[in-house]
Nanobody, 120 residues
């Protein structure tokens, strides 16, 4: 029942900005932490940023000062504002939610991913 849907990916020039959104829907009881991960071709999936229900954030060193994660608890939505994009930011970005559904215990749910491509 739980679904995470990302949006906002696309092609942008180096130095540009992009804003990703991820909306969680379905039979959700509560959402603890939401976050963004990314995976470039041939590389492992890596953490980009996370945000707790109370608003505490955590960022990968590579994106600190450039990316900002935020969330709207009322909308079950997490955002990732990406500024000063670099070619090395090119990856598929995945939304993650650590949540409890009405029928299952606490676990991670993942979106389908959205492609972000930064040209040089």
């Amino acid at each position: 029942q739980v679904q995470l849907v990302e949006s906002g990916g696309g092609l942008v020039q180096a130095g540009g900005s992009l804003r990703l959104s991820c909306a969680a829907s379905g039979s959700i009881f509560s959402i603890n932490t939401m976050g963004w991960y990314r995976q470039a071709p041939g590389k492992q999936r890596e953490l980009v940023a996370t945000i707790t229900r109370g608003g505490s954030t955590n960022y990968a060193d590579s994106v600190k000062g450039r990316f900002t994660i935020s969330r709207d608890n009322a909308k079950n939505t997490v955002y990732l504002q990406m500024n000063s994009l670099k070619p090395e930011d090119t990856a598929v970005y995945y939304c993650d939610a650590l949540l409890v559904s009405v029928s299952d215990t606490l676990r991670h749910y993942w979106g389908q991913g959205t492609q972000v491509t930064v040209s040089s």
